[in-house]
């Protein structure tokens, strides 16, 4: 089995970039799962009606969040879809869902997402234990275990590699726009990469517009952000995943420019 993870999605120009490019990439790599981070989707921040309409509509299988699930409220009419799925360890009693569990080819697999608590700006419970007691929850439940850890951290990242060393098949992380080139299969068999990077606007600040961007790091004054324009980048990662024993065989980064 081929799972396919593209990497945030930022503004409405990084979700036209994926629509030009999924359909043909998903058919020429024999994918047959894929997971899209869209928190970013709606101007840099949140997700609307229309995008998750747009992204369902290209059979996306599992559609992730973030730091920004909240930054656009349409996403309260539609935050209960199984295809969409917030931060796991955000407080408990918030609505929609941290995981799911859906069926591919005569697997199920087990989506969870989780956020990091390092220089993130918002609340959260701890990732490591949510990851646990999802991990117990799901036991028997589920064939795959595939995690999207929505972290800016590289080293919260890499400890959860080893925390959940072969109980987890895979775990990319998001959130840092990116794309690292430590993908690995530890000793245990769990597929790994610190980012997958994103899918949105080339010469940009990952994704916000470079004068906006510099100017906030030289004069430390506030600066409104705003979507860079222009051409755009995809992001993602390819894993390929046996189908005895459910474990990641290789990891294929994916840039298309």
């Known amino acids: 089995m081929k799972v396919l993870a593209i990497g945030d999605l930022v503004g409405e120009s990084g979700v036209k970039k994926l629509r030009e490019v999924l359909p043909n990439f998903r058919k020429e790599n024999n994918i047959d799962f894929v997971i899209v981070n869209a928190e970013n989707s709606a101007g840099g921040m949140g997700i609307t009606t229309q995008i998750f309409n747009n992204l369902k509509a290209l059979n996306i299988d599992c559609i992730t969040m973030g730091n920004h699930t909240w930054g656009k409220k349409d996403i309260f009419t539609f935050i209960d879809d199984d295809k969409l799925l917030r931060p796991a360890n955000y407080s408990r009693g918030v609505v929609g869902k941290g995981y799911n569990i859906y069926e591919c080819k005569n697997k199920k697999i087990c989506v969870i997402n989780l956020i990091g608590r390092t220089e993130m700006g918002v ?7 949510k990851a646990d007691d999802i991990i117990k929850e799901v036991q028997g439940k589920a064939d795959i275990i595939i995690i999207d850890f929505h972290a800016e ?21 998001t959130h840092t726009h990116v794309q690292t080139a430590d993908e690995e299969i530890t000793n245990k068999g769990t597929g790994f990469i610190s ?30 952000y705003k979507l860079a324009e222009g051409n755009c980048m995809f992001n993602g990662c390819i894993f390929d995943i046996n189908d005895e024993e459910c474990r990641v065989t290789s990891i294929q980064r994916v840039n298309i420019k």
């Open 123 to 129: 609340q959260s419970d701890n990732p490591f234990t």
């Open 195 to 224: 980012d997958i990077g994103m899918t949105g606007p080339i010469n940009s600040v990952i994704g916000m517009d470079i004068e906006a961007s510099v100017k906030r790091f030289v004069t430390s004054l506030p600066e409104r």
């Open 153 to 173: 951290a590289s080293a919260e990242k890499i400890a959860m590699k080893y925390y959940l060393d072969g109980r987890v098949t895979a775990i990319f992380g």
